[in-house]
């Protein structure tokens, strides 16, 4: 089992539409949880920190289940520009362990 | 506020010969910093972090090294490129002094080894 796995999609989805990504990982002493968005051929762009509490920043809610060891992205009226790979991690003390990657296309 | 950089954007190299790569973060002092590769098809794999002048935590064996002479300066070199080197290489900064573990990246250096 991967240490970070996500689904690698694509995810095709009309403008307007509701999102949303998972996440699991499998080391239960991971602190630190982050979504970041790729571009194609640029470098990973912070998208939001993960709390335990569950966070949201305008259209984008994350959550974190430690219990199932999974966070999740919900992305609600999604616009073309939110076409990207998202990536998650997770990890403790610099180390974060990456997945590979959710590609979304937000189709007009 | 911060920047980091990296230099050259795009590379090619022949199997066999050196390489040197440069990272410099501005506008934060005594910043952890950190070499990751995307290869294709692959994650973000961690190849070195540094916590601080001369110290390097290896995370993968490899034939490629780290160096960190100045405090916002991360050098990767390798000596001898294998064609396995090719990937996207990219250079992270986070803040010592935080609990988080946000990191930043640079715009990345695309290394073609032929």
């Known amino acids: 089992r991967k240490e970070v796995e996500q689904d690698p999609g694509p995810f095709n989805v009309p403008e307007g539409a509701t999102v949303a990504f998972n996440c699991t990982y499998s080391?239960?002493?991971?602190?630190?949880f982050f979504w970041y968005r790729q571009d194609c051929r640029k470098e990973p762009k912070l998208l939001m920190s993960v709390y335990s509490s569950g966070n949201e920043d305008g259209r984008f809610t994350a959550q974190l289940n430690r219990a199932s060891q999974y966070i999740s992205l919900l992305i609600r009226d999604s616009k073309l520009s939110d076409s990207a790979t998202y990536l998650c991690n997770a990890g403790n003390n610099r180390k974060l362990i990456w997945g590979l990657g959710t590609s979304l296309a937000v189709n007009p | 506020s911060q920047t980091i950089h990296q230099w050259p954007a795009t590379l090619v190299q022949p199997v066999g010969s050196p390489l040197s790569l440069e990272c410099t973060v501005e506008?934060?002092?005594?910043?952890?910093l950190y070499w990751y590769r995307q290869a294709a098809g692959r994650g973000l794999q961690l190849l070195f972090y540094?916590?601080?002048?001369?110290?390097i935590s290896s995370e993968v064996p490899q034939n490629l090294s780290a160096s960190r002479p100045q405090d916002r300066q991360f050098i990767l070199s390798s000596k001898k490129l294998l064609l396995s080197d090719s990937g996207f290489y990219l250079c992270a900064w986070s803040e010592q002094s935080r609990d988080t573990d946000t990191q930043y990246f640079g715009p990345g250096t695309r290394l073609t080894v032929l």
């Open positions: 506008g934060t002092s005594n910043p952890n």
């Open positions: 080391n239960s002493a991971s602190q630190s």
């Open positions: 540094s916590v601080g002048i001369g110290q």
